[in-house]
């Protein structure tokens, strides 16, 4: 079944999430970085795994996406149909972010004990575990009350109401 | 799109303020960020260029809390309103579950906003959504302002599909929760 743009919702069941974390974890150890995270292309944060200190994932999370979603308008401006990579290199840390599905954002952080191309093709292995991931997720048909429960929509207003307010 | 991450137990929403420059989209996030509990909020991350204007976005985190077991958050994204920005503002919606759209009530802006408005249309439609079926709730902007045009003028060039509308004034912060907690039901309610 197609994918339907209409959804607003993308719910990412248990064993998935765990899936996921497995592969960043192997990600992380088979090269020897620091840190990764998969992220929605919205900027949300999927999951992360590496340096458990990191504070900043949020924060991360949003300039990463913002970051790939801009290279994504540079590339339509270049008629080129997208970036599926992109390399940050800094003087400590190097960022490597790959593309996954068109709807995933998955990121490396290492630094320069690691070699460019080590990550390469282990990053390309992981976005193929990923990708099939992603693909069962999207086939996912879990009614929203079945995860969420019926009364969730009347306990979130109250809860807006109650912190939304001058 | 929300997303629902069941082994984390938490629920994420992007809400993104859009419309044209000066228009205090912004300031709406300033006045949320000065106002909202410490256990709430997160800093709030600005790219702006030195004379203070959005270059790409401003974003700020509001952690709602536990809500039936599930940690709610909410991000909230403005972006750069200069016509010139176009590419940027598609890359800041990318992904938006709702849309505040920030009207400046100014007589001499209406244009602005009308146009902004239909380039808001089209980009929703490039996501693949339908732009009627979008959650948005418009902000009638710097009500304060002596020049401020009527609201029945601005319902009509600016509210054909009557979406909610708030009338606001973001450097008081009247009007400034009443739109966020409008555009937060219409996205929780489109889970």
């Not at chain 1, 340096?51 to 401006?77: C, P």
């Not at chain 2, 992007?14 to 205090?24: E, F």
């Not at chain 2, 300031?27 to 909202?36: A, G, K, P, W």
């Not at chain 2, 790219?47 to 270059?55: G, N, Q, V």
Request: net charge positive.
């Amino acid at each position: 079944m197609a994918f339907d743009p209409q959804l607003t919702s993308m719910i990412v069941p248990l064993e998935e999430v765990a899936r996921i974390e497995d592969v960043l974890t192997r990600l992380v150890d088979e090269t020897g970085g620091n840190h990764s995270l998969l992220l929605d292309k919205s900027g949300q944060v999927i999951a992360s795994r590496g340096d458990a200190n990191r504070q900043d994932t949020t924060a991360l999370g949003a300039l990463i996406a913002g970051t790939f979603a801009s290279s994504r308008e540079v590339a339509k401006l270049l008629r080129e149909k997208e970036f599926k990579m992109l390399f940050q290199q800094g003087v400590r840390e190097n960022l490597f972010i790959a593309l996954i599905g068109d709807q995933w954002i998955l990121t490396i952080i290492f630094n320069k004990e690691t070699h460019i191309g080590l990550v390469k093709v282990l990053v390309k292995k992981a976005s193929e575990e990923l990708l099939g991931v992603l693909g069962r997720v999207r086939q996912n048909r879990r009614m929203r009350d079945d995860v969420l429960g019926g009364n969730f929509r009347t306990s979130m207003e109250d809860t807006i109401d109650l912190l939304f307010r001058d | 799109m929300a997303l629902i991450n069941v082994a984390a137990r938490e629920i994420h929403c992007k809400i993104v303020y859009y419309g044209p420059g000066m228009g205090g989209k912004t300031t709406n996030l300033q006045y949320i960020h000065s106002q909202i509990p410490q256990t709430t909020k997160t800093d709030l991350l600005s790219i702006a260029t030195e004379t203070e204007r959005t270059l790409f976005f401003d974003f700020l985190p509001l952690d709602l809390g536990k809500v039936r077991g599930f940690q709610t958050r909410f991000h909230l994204y403005t972006v750069p309103g200069q016509v010139l920005y176009d590419r940027t503002r598609v890359a800041v919606l990318s992904g938006a579950d709702g849309v505040v759209f920030v009207a400046d009530s100014r007589r001499d802006k209406l244009e602005e906003n009308v146009n902004s408005l239909k380039e808001l249309a089209r980009n929703v439609q490039k996501m693949g959504k339908r732009f009627q079926d979008f959650p948005l709730v418009l902000q009638y902007n710097k009500r304060d302002l002596p020049n401020a045009l009527s609201v029945p003028i601005m319902d009509k060039y600016l509210n054909p599909l009557h979406w909610t509308r708030c009338e606001a004034s973001a450097t008081t912060g009247a009007g400034v929760f009443d739109t966020l907690r409008v555009i937060s039901k219409l996205v929780i309610g489109k889970l």
